[in-house]
């Protein structure tokens, strides 16, 4: 039985084009005119007007804080829901993260616990050098809100938009919200260079220090000249033709992973004790993964039994993201609330989500699910078991 990937990468015939004519140019090089193409690609397809490639998504994390200025011993406030790279950044800079807990509503950075905790910064009169809100799962956290609590205690906000690629909030793309934003091509992406990132921005003087701290912080002189310590962190022009060729069906891919998340709610939302991630109204998701809670009381099985099974059946699925306060490389470190994100883990399951499924990938993973389910075990044993159709 050929095995089922959570979110694997998925070519869409573009790239060739694009990789070859980078060849023939014999541009191989961290820089070149698909690196210039790819980068004003985004900017139009974000509405943001400054954009620079780089390696990977951490690295854009890593020059967001640099360009903000946050330096050791700052705070930094940071989701605690999310991949540990958005936290792992915050360390980098010697500054320390303190965690806050999601909304039960959305998942991500809840706006009110932000607002407490910077209430009681200000009241210490500690002002933290940034807040990085994450959009989870390719869906925004709630800017409305966030981006007024941080502008009215005058902290700057970077948006960790790796996930969200072709989601929005508020009618507006995922990458323009905050002083700075980041996204990710890594191979599990919506979209993906195999590997690689981009920092997007409206202040174009912070993109160009960030292009400039990117390749090795040289100053313009003939021979090599530094005042500034620097890193190599650009994107190779080929791994920007892949992108190039990516961006052409990134609504497609958006479509298609909307589409599998209707299959699954279609097929499983009303067995007992199934809860999809809700989506939040101000905005619309990229469906980059379709993420499931199961309460094990009631659907006879925990998460972790159900992500056995699949794996029984050669099919991949994942625990949500373990909340970084509970990691031990963050043992010690300070965070608001914590019980939500806590339950999400115990109980959050990510299911196959990449673009390529077919209707009997997706039938193999809910038929797993169902077989799992109490009612259906008991109903088995009748020999009635109820299939959904999916239409
Ligand atoms: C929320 C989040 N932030 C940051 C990153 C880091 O991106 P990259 O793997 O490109 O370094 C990822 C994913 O990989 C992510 O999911």
């Known amino acids: 039985m050929l095995r089922i990937y959570l979110s694997p990468p998925h070519m869409s015939g573009h790239e060739e084009k694009y990789v070859a004519e980078a060849f023939q140019s014999n541009w191989i090089a961290p820089r070149g005119p698909m690196v210039d193409a790819f980068e004003r690609e ?16 951490t690295a854009a994390l890593h020059l967001a804080l640099l360009l903000l200025g946050v330096k050791t011993g700052d705070k930094v406030l940071c989701a605690t829901l999310t991949f540990s790279a958005s936290a792992n950044a915050i360390m980098y800079v010697g500054a320390r993260p303190v965690f806050i807990d999601c909304d039960r ?28 809100a994450v959009d989870l799962y390719g ?6 809100r966030i981006e007024e609590i941080c502008r009215k205690y005058e902290v700057p906000l970077i948006e960790d938009a790796a996930e969200a690629l072709g989601a929005t909030c508020n009618g507006i793309k995922a990458g323009a919200f905050g002083k700075i934003a980041i996204f990710s091509f890594n191979g599990n992406k919506i979209i993906t260079t195999s590997g690689g990132g981009m920092l997007v921005s409206s202040d174009g003087e912070m993109i ?56 699954y709610k279609s097929a499983i939302s009303e067995l007992p004790a199934i809860e999809f991630m809700p989506i939040a109204l101000y905005g619309s998701p990229n469906y980059w993964l379709t993420v499931i809670l199961i309460t094990p009381e009631e659907f006879g099985a925990d998460r972790e039994a159900v992500r056995l099974a699949l794996e029984a059946e050669n099919i991949e699925s994942r625990p949500i993201w373990k909340p970084m306060h509970l990691q031990p490389v963050f043992r010690g470190c300070r965070a608001r609330g914590g ?9 959050g399951l990510c299911l196959p989500s990449g673009s390529q499924m ?22 088995k044993k009748s020999k009635s078991v109820p299939r959904r159709s999916h239409g």
């Open 42 to 57: 985004m900017c139009e397809y974000v509405g943001v007007p400054h954009a620079t490639a780089l390696m990977s998504g």
């Open 105 to 132: 509503k959305t998942w991500n950075m809840d706006p009110n616990l932000l607002e407490e905790e910077l209430a009681a910064c200000a009241e210490k009169g500690r002002k933290p050098g940034a807040v990085i």
């Open 139 to 144: 869906q925004c956290a709630d800017y409305g």
């Open 208 to 263: 160009r220090k960030a292009r400039f701290l990117a390749t090795q912080a040289r100053d313009p002189a003939p021979h090599y000249e530094h005042s500034h310590i620097g890193y190599n962190y650009r994107m190779s022009n080929i791994l920007a033709a892949i992108g190039r060729g990516q961006l052409r069906v990134l609504d497609d891919r958006v479509a298609t992973r909307r589409r599998n998340y209707e299959y």
């Open 339 to 347: 019980v939500v994100s806590e339950d999400l883990f115990t109980r």
């Open 358 to 379: 077919t209707y009997n990938d997706l039938e193999r993973v809910v038929g797993t699910i169902i077989s799992c389910c109490k009612a259906t075990k008991s109903l």
